[in-house]
């Protein structure tokens, strides 16, 4: 069963970079999912931020496209998210994910914990 | 880009009764590409529901799914004390993105 874990600080300075590490145990990155990441902002819902294919093909949320970079490391078996010029609305649980897609439809089938990324000087 | 608008925001019911939960999307959405999560307090969302009807593994029966185009419903047919949480459909358009969520509370 394929498991994911988010790591990286938990507070960042506004104005500078968010960067969050996924790893991936239990599978290959190199499988036929995309791997996603996913924020809450405290007792609000689900926004997407943007995926990679193992290949580096990425997509990004169009309203968050100008300050997000997602990359894999293949060697590792994790990705990474980096989100730069970050505001105090930055400021919420980011999820990494495993997206299924194909035929059968694309969805979430798994999830990390999630963690707590605050922005504040 | 695709907005999903769920209702209620809230719905309160009593262990044992029937919920039914709507998501509806502002333009049509292939059923293939629309899920529904289950999200409990400081957990990580859980698939419930893949291609509108589909049951991820592991699911009770009593979540079922349905709809197509713009409108889609998931029921549970008895709720049960552990199924009180948040729900979320999503979908698969030009990109993902999911609606803002209806909690279902005990009543």
């Known amino acids: 069963q394929v498991q994911l874990q988010e790591s990286g600080p938990g507070l960042v300075k506004p104005s500078g970079t968010l960067s969050l590490t996924c790893a991936v145990s239990?599978?290959?990155?190199?499988?036929?999912?995309?791997w996603s990441w996913v924020r809450q902002p405290p007792g609000k819902g689900l926004e997407w931020i943007g995926e990679?294919?193992?290949?580096?093909?990425?997509n990004y949320n169009p309203s968050l496209k100008s300050r997000v970079t997602i990359s894999v490391d293949k060697s590792k078996n994790q990705f990474s998210l980096k989100l730069s010029s970050v505001t105090a609305a930055d400021t919420a649980v980011y999820y990494c994910?495993?997206?299924?897609?194909?035929?059968?439809?694309?969805?979430?089938?798994?999830w990390g914990q999630g963690t707590l990324v605050t922005v504040s000087s | 880009e695709i907005v999903l608008t769920q209702s209620p925001g809230t719905l309160s019911l009593s262990p044992g009764e029937r919920a039914t939960l709507s998501c509806r999307a502002s333009q049509s959405v292939s059923s293939s590409y629309l899920a529904w999560y289950q999200q409990k307090p400081g957990q990580a969302p859980r698939l419930l529901i893949y291609?509108?009807?589909s049951r991820a593994t592991g699911i009770p029966d009593r979540f079922s799914g349905s709809g197509s185009g713009t409108d889609f419903t998931l029921t549970i047919s008895r709720l049960e004390p552990e199924d009180f949480a948040v729900y979320y459909c999503q979908q698969y358009g030009s990109s993902p993105a999911f609606g803002q969520g209806t909690k279902v509370e005990i009543k």
């Open positions: 239990g599978g290959s990155i190199s499988s036929s999912n995309w």
């Open positions: 291609g509108a009807s």
């Open positions: 994910a495993r997206a299924h897609y194909d035929s059968s439809g694309y969805y979430y089938s798994s």
């Open positions: 990679i294919y193992h290949s580096g093909s990425t």
